[in-house]
């Protein structure tokens, strides 16, 4: 990762890596009010992050923050465990004005859970939305609607309207 000035001028880098090669193939971001950069991505079994790591049995998500100024993480976290996330994709992240942040994901096996939230869904995958506020902390997680029952799909289009103060998902 890395931020550009409007001159063009590099202003810091950071680097997350994995076992994988592939990871961050799913990764997104958005920048919040203070011009922190949010990262959703995904990584395989390590994932590190300024010289700290994440663990996990298998392919997991994960949501950090990095700083504005310096670009190093102020706070990341891990995102379910491999039975979770078997055909997982991370589809997307928005900030509202009190940046706080919302991930779109799609999970399997019938349940996730994350920092003891747990939602249930009669069809795997299924499609859900976290709310985490500033610090990272969770503040609900819920499934996602879908018109069909055969394969939930990725959501296509995520994104916060601060006229409404409200997030829309399709």
């Known amino acids: 990762y890395c931020k550009y000035n409007k001159y063009g001028e590099l202003q810091w880098t950071n680097y997350v890596s994995s076992l994988l090669s592939?990871?961050?193939e799913n990764?997104?971001?958005?920048?919040?009010?203070?011009?922190?950069?949010?990262v959703f991505g995904q990584y395989f079994k390590t994932g590190y992050f300024d010289g700290d790591s994440l663990i996990s049995p298998?392919?997991?998500?994960?949501?950090?923050?990095?700083d504005a100024k310096t670009g190093k993480v102020v706070w990341k976290k891990?995102?379910?465990?491999?039975?979770y996330v078997q055909n997982f994709s991370t589809d997307g992240v928005v900030c509202d004005?009190?940046?706080?942040?919302y991930l779109t994901f799609l999970y399997s096996n019938f349940n996730f859970t994350?920092?003891?939230?747990?939602?249930?869904?009669?069809?795997?995958?299924?499609?859900?939305?976290?709310?985490?506020?500033?610090?990272?902390?969770?503040?609900?997680l819920k499934n996602i609607g879908t018109p069909w029952t055969n394969w939930p799909e990725t959501t296509t289009g995520f994104n916060y309207d601060e006229t409404t103060d409200k997030i829309i998902v399709i």
């Open 114 to 140: 994350v920092d003891g939230l747990t939602i249930t869904s009669n069809v795997s995958p299924a499609n859900a939305i976290l709310k985490l506020d500033a610090n990272g902390n969770s503040i609900w």
């Open 27 to 38: 990764n997104t971001f958005c920048i919040d009010t203070a011009g922190n950069v949010i």
């Open 58 to 66: 298998g392919e997991a998500m994960f949501v950090a923050k990095l």
């Open 97 to 101: 004005k009190n940046n706080n942040v």
């Open 22 to 24: 592939d990871v961050g």
């Open 78 to 83: 891990s995102l379910g465990l491999a039975s």
